[in-house]
């Protein structure tokens, strides 16, 4: 038995390494795959080479057994180990540091543009952080053995539109565009910031804290204002800029906006020959129901704006039946069973448009044409997907207007 523990002992430690990267496998991002999948390839190498001693040493079906056994028993502790271990990528968002001293003041205002988006890549980071967050305010209950192929199916999503989701590039676009716009209305710079990750919203603030600027206008391309935009602002009130002079101000979401609201419905009647004929369903992003009480704002706002769009395609020909709203999470009506109630009215065309997404997604690139295809209406009726609006001229004026802090003549959120 002594002389063949050395066997047992690799059987059992080249299966723990086996399981472990496997669940590495699911997780890693692409360009780290290969380095897995080496590992899980040698590790099973080794526990077949010590299987296959241990048959040749004691020749006796019940030992092989036991030794399968252990093999297996090692494997579902390697995969439960490095399983656990995910919870560690959730690195909670670093402390900033607010400087003592500013720069001379560049005698300028400064502009950070703000959007809720993916990352650009697949990140086991940001997946591991949104699964916590999901996990804390008690939506998504995961056992140990499932939450590896969360990551995986993340990962999958990001294959499926390409590898890379298009929304940081149009946000960065955006601010590139504002900063033309407004070099002549004394903004000294505009930079982009996300909502969480490493280019959040508070590291936007204080790089250009760092750089001097006293004024600072946050402006935000979203439709309506979310709990992770409220926590967002908590983390940039939470550096106390104004003890050192520095004015953070913060422009209304987009839901008020006429420009806004028009635009959107001007996008949908691009492919629309004949209103009579022709259903609409609009699509809102949606929060659960466990937020509302958090953020009820939130679905008041989306609802404001999908309405105020529905009214100005009814006043421009589409029967008010054939325009539905509907939401891509959380609420019902889904897209699909929407998209199935127009087609039941008679409408010869479909158009679907994701209203409340300004940027393009993930979700609106890959989820929602899903959920289009999944309500399989008859092939008679053709269906119009369309993308997020963010190269709208309209879009941009809206902004450059809040981001000057100039007060829209169209703007209905104070009315």
């Known amino acids: 038995m002594t002389q063949n523990a050395p066997y047992w002992i690799t059987l059992v430690a080249a299966a723990i390494v086996f399981g472990a990267a496997f669940v590495a496998i699911l997780v890693a991002r692409r360009s780290l795959e290969s380095v897995f999948v080496a590992a899980s390839i040698i590790a099973f190498a080794f526990a077949g080479w010590a299987f296959g001693e241990l048959s040749v040493a004691y020749d006796r079906f019940d030992v092989l057994l036991w030794a399968l056994g252990f ?14 271990l995910l919870a560690s990528l959730a690195t909670k968002t670093r402390r900033l540091v607010r400087p003592t001293t500013l720069p001379d003041d560049p005698g300028a205002s400064a502009v950070v543009l703000v959007g809720a988006i993916d990352p650009d890549v697949y990140d086991e980071r940001w997946t591991a952080v949104e699964l916590d967050r999901l996990s804390e305010e008690g939506l998504l209950h995961v056992s140990v053995a499932i939450l590896p192929f969360l990551f995986f199916a993340q990962k999958a999503r990001y294959r499926a539109v390409g590898g890379s989701s298009p929304a940081a590039r149009q946000l960065n676009w955006l601010a590139d565009r504002l900063a033309e716009a407004l070099a002549a209305h004394g903004v000294g710079r505009v930079e982009s910031a996300w909502l969480g990750g490493r280019r959040d919203l508070a590291t936007a603030v204080l790089k250009l804290v760092e750089r001097g600027f006293r004024s600072i206008q946050v402006v935000e391309v979203m439709v309506a204002g979310s709990l992770e935009l409220d926590e967002a602002k908590r983390r940039v009130d939470a550096l106390r800029l104004d003890e050192l002079g520095v004015s953070v101000n913060y422009a209304d979401p987009l839901w008020g906006s006429e420009r806004v609201a028009a635009l959107v419905a001007d996008r949908v009647m691009t492919v629309v020959s004949d209103p009579g004929a022709t259903g609409v369903v609009l699509v809102g992003i949606g929060q659960p129901e466990e937020r509302a009480g958090s953020c009820r ?85 053709s269906v119009v997907s369309l993308s997020a609006w963010h190269d709208d001229s309209g879009l941009l004026e809206t902004l450059a207007e809040k981001a000057a802090g100039v007060p829209s003549k169209d703007d209905a959120a104070g009315r």
Do not use: K
Not at 71 to 80: D, E, L, S, T
Not at 328 to 337: K, L
């Open 71 to 84: 093999g297996a028993a090692a494997f579902c502790g390697g995969y439960a180990l490095a399983s656990t």
């Open 297 to 381: 704002s939130f679905d008041e706002q989306e609802t404001a704006f999908l309405n105020r769009i529905r009214m100005l395609l009814v006043e421009r020909g589409l029967s008010d039946s054939n325009v539905q709203l509907s939401w891509a999470d959380w609420h019902g009506p889904d897209v699909t069973g929407a998209v199935r109630h127009v087609a039941a009215l008679g409408c010869e065309r479909l158009v679907v448009m994701p209203a409340c997404f300004p940027l393009d997604t993930v979700e609106t690139m890959l989820e929602l044409p899903l959920a289009v295809r999944q309500a399989r209406i008859d092939e008679s009726t």
